[in-house]
């Protein structure tokens, strides 16, 4: 038996957007520890004889602190050989995954890393929203909206002032704050669009514009976990075309 951790990205929700080399690990797996985010479905994989443990994290509902998931990785690695621990989206992505393969390593266990699809562009693509587009936005930003401290990092202030697209996970309980950001940097009228539960059969979205997506997302009760996009790129989706540019072709 040799101790060994996997990370494993499980993709944004959708349990057939993980990898064939992350269900390999899973169906390898002694242990198994894994996220709130990550589809239940692909605990299906896993051997009748692995030891399989929920450490969902999730906003205001932390079953375990992270430095216990962190301790638990590394007491199933010494005591039954290969942990695999399957995160939402990507492990690298906002998934603290570096901390967890630091304190690993410190113990001398082996480490391996599967990427996942992250939310942050799997559930844009999946909507056919271009992150990216050589006539419209030539990069992108991915940014938090869910900081230790509590706080907008102050990069988000940054990706408002450029033509960037940017994508925000873990903000709507920021999104007064975020709306605020992008309209001081004259972006009001910038296309924007919240999905909910991205790339799942709970899905739920909305698409707007920056100066009236807070009435919407009122009137939707639309909440985490969601991804928002904000960026011209918004504007080549359909439901954004319906709502604004035959509204002004009316006018």
């Given amino acids: ?11 944004p929700g959708d349990a057939e957007l993980i990898t064939l080399k ?15 985010l990550a589809n239940h ?14 450490v969902g994290k ?20 010494l005591k039954f050989g290969h ?15 570096y901390e967890e ?8 266990i082996e480490t391996e890393v599967i990427p996942g699809v992250s939310s ?41 002032q450029s033509s960037a697209t940017v994508v925000i996970l873990m903000g709507m309980s920021k999104l007064d704050e975020i709306v605020a950001i992008f309209s001081e940097n004259g972006k009001k009228d910038t296309p924007i669009a919240i999905i909910q539960h991205g790339t799942t059969q709970k899905q739920k979205s ?8 807070q009435a919407k997302v009122n009137e939707s009760g639309i909440s985490n976990p969601a991804v928002i996009i904000i960026g011209e790129v918004v504007s080549l989706h359909p439901q954004y075309v319906e709502a604004y540019v035959e509204n002004l072709v009316i006018e």
């Fill in 1 to 11: 038996m040799q101790a060994k951790l996997t990370l494993v990205g499980a993709g």
């Fill in 22 to 36: 992350g269900i390999k690990a899973l169906q390898k797996a002694d242990v198994v520890l894994y996220d709130a």
């Fill in 41 to 54: 479905s692909l605990l299906e994989y896993v051997s009748d004889n692995a030891i399989v443990v929920n």
């Fill in 58 to 77: 999730r906003k205001g509902q932390h079953s375990y602190a992270q430095f216990e998931i962190n301790e638990m990785i590394v007491e199933y690695a």
């Fill in 83 to 97: 942990v695999v621990r399957l995160k939402g989206g990507d492990p690298f992505v906002f998934g603290r995954g």
């Fill in 101 to 108: 393969l630091e304190y690993a390593r410190a113990f001398g």
């Fill in 120 to 160: 942050s562009v799997g559930v844009a693509g999946v909507n056919q929203i271009p992150i990216t587009h050589r006539d419209i936005a030539r990069s992108f930003w991915v940014v938090t909206g869910h900081t230790s401290d509590g706080l907008l990092p102050n990069d988000l202030k940054l990706a408002a």
């Fill in 206 to 213: 909305i698409y707007g514009q920056v100066n009236d997506i």
